[in-house]
């Protein structure tokens, strides 16, 4: 059963400031998502990550993947209060299902 | 209209009410799936639809019941709800198969039961 963890759950960080969420998962996979939820809002796509390797840059966040150590990074660089929210990591298991990690909720400090 | 349409956006209901929730999606997806996120529980699976045909119910209660008339079209019917039962429910549409690049979320359902 696939099963995917997320690190850390709750983070706290000023602005300006550069940090890594962790997503890790136990089983065999070349599909990688990352998504974006605001409060009371819906999920958004941020990144797809299909292949070992890969790696995305979108602004101030860069998601990267690496299918060997069943591991992705979200990279987050100079942080703004603008990138407050919770960022769910999700990867792609057996018949199109995608499993979801628990969320890490960003909080960034002005 | 474009990508995942969700309705109502808000929904208030007693016990003993019955009401259904609507997602129609304007991708061309084959795929629809219903999500439960709660704050015990960020993001539970309830039911998959491949090609309009259910192909996974994660042992989701009775009183939720899926219908999916079409590729486009997904519904969830409520019935007899306990207060636990509120949460936000999405909906969610892909592309099954080769070219699957993720989930396509609607803005979901706020549900209160009271």
């Known amino acids: 059963e696939l099963k995917v963890e997320q690190n850390p759950l709750f983070l706290s960080m000023q602005e300006g400031k550069n940090y890594t969420i962790y997503c890790n998962y136990s089983?065999?996979?070349?599909?990688l998502y990352w998504y974006r939820q605001d409060p009371g809002k819906s999920l958004e796509s941020l990144f797809v990550?299909?292949?070992?390797?890969a790696v995305k840059q979108e602004g101030r966040l860069m998601a990267s993947l690496d299918t060997k150590a069943r591991l992705s990074t979200l990279h987050i660089t100079a942080a703004v209060h603008d990138l407050s929210a919770t960022y769910f990591c999700?990867?792609?298991?057996?018949?199109?299902?995608?499993?979801f990690g628990k969320g890490t909720r960003l909080h960034i400090l002005p | 209209e474009t990508g995942v349409t969700q309705t109502p956006r808000h929904l208030v209901m007693g016990m003993t009410n019955k009401k259904s929730l609507k997602c129609e999606q304007h991708?061309?997806?084959?795929?629809m799936y219903w999500y439960k996120q709660s704050a015990k529980k960020p993001l539970e699976l309830m039911f998959v639809?491949?090609?309009?045909?259910?192909?996974e119910n994660n042992s989701v209660p009775s009183r939720f019941s899926p219908e999916c008339p079409n590729s486009s079209h997904l519904f969830l019917h409520l019935h007899t709800l306990q207060p636990e039962d509120s949460a936000l429910y999405l909906c969610?549409?892909?592309?099954?198969?080769?070219?699957?690049?993720?989930?396509?979320f609607g803005s979901g359902t706020r549900l209160t039961v009271v």
């Open positions: 999700a990867v792609g298991d057996r018949d199109d299902k995608i499993i």
């Open positions: 969610a549409s892909s592309q099954a198969g080769v070219f699957n690049y993720g989930y396509t």
């Open positions: 991708l061309g997806h084959n795929a």
């Open positions: 990550l299909l292949s070992n390797g």
């Open positions: 089983t065999t996979s070349d599909r």
């Open positions: 639809y491949n090609f309009k045909e259910q192909t």
